[in-house]
């Protein structure tokens, strides 16, 4: 049991996460994912999201103790590293060749960012378990109830200014933190499977604070990115 679960919120981020879990199991995922390719660094599909960069501190703890350790069993995998490394706070148009946001779209959307943002408060995100997609690996956590304030004043402005969040989503609340660590360009082996089961049982991270959102346009691992702006919480 996570060792963080001290609240019904945190129970409620978790019962979302064993329905995606369950998904995955069965292969009947009812949410958006990006589909594999084999240079993910030159991927030319872009998508506008927000995102948390991660601090230097945090990205330092997981390559070393989660990319490093997978790297050894399968280097030739995309494995994100240094400024690649992000919490994806609110979506607003997935991942596409040609894009399917415009210019237009988005200043309206910066313009949104600019009103909500600076409302919203800091939150903190609980680290537990490594969770295996069908194309990528992730580390989750679950968070402080602001993160779903966030996403849901997001999502009831962008709706109304006519820029909804293309995204399927298993659920429309408890949203959670998921950052992911690696994009596979192949079937993974036992072994690698069997590393990912170990360290997912070590994870030991401190609690760790979302203090800014960034808005940009990139692929699905930050290269070719243009950032807009960041706004920091309160």
């Not at 963080?4 to 409620?12: F, R, S, W």
């Not at 680290?127 to 992730?138: A, I, K, T, V």
């Not at 996403?151 to 820029?163: E, F, P, Q, T, Y």
């Not at 760790?208 to 309160?234: F, G, M, P």
Request: net charge positive; glycine share 2%; proline share 5%.
């Amino acid at each position: 049991m996570n060792k963080y679960n001290t609240t019904l919120h945190q129970h409620g981020q978790i019962n979302n996460i064993t329905k995606i879990e369950k998904q995955i199991q069965n292969n009947s995922l009812q949410f958006s994912t990006v589909s594999p390719i084999n240079d993910y660094k030159n991927d030319p599909r872009m998508s506008l999201t927000s995102v948390h960069l991660l601090n230097r501190i945090l990205v330092q703890t997981i390559c070393k103790t989660l990319i490093n350790p997978l790297k050894i069993i399968e280097p030739f995998h995309y494995y994100y590293s240094g400024d690649s490394f992000h919490m994806t706070i609110k979506n607003i148009k997935v991942v596409n060749n040609p894009p399917r946001f415009s210019s237009t779209e988005v200043k309206t959307v910066q313009n949104i960012y600019q009103q909500v943002i600076p409302k919203h408060k800091k939150f903190k995100v609980f680290f537990y378990r490594l969770m295996l997609f069908p194309n990528n690996l992730s580390l989750i956590g679950t968070t402080d109830p602001e993160l779903d304030n966030i996403v849901l004043d997001l999502n009831s402005h962008l709706i109304k200014a006519g820029v909804p969040d293309d995204k399927q989503y298993v659920n429309s609340q408890y949203f959670f933190s998921n950052i992911t660590l690696v994009r596979f360009t192949s079937k993974i082996n036992q072994q690698f499977i069997q590393k990912v089961n170990e360290l997912s049982k070590n994870i030991n991270f401190k609690p760790y604070e979302v203090d800014s959102v960034s808005l940009l346009s990139c692929n699905a691992v930050l290269e070719k990115q243009n950032i807009y702006h960041t706004w920091r919480l309160q």
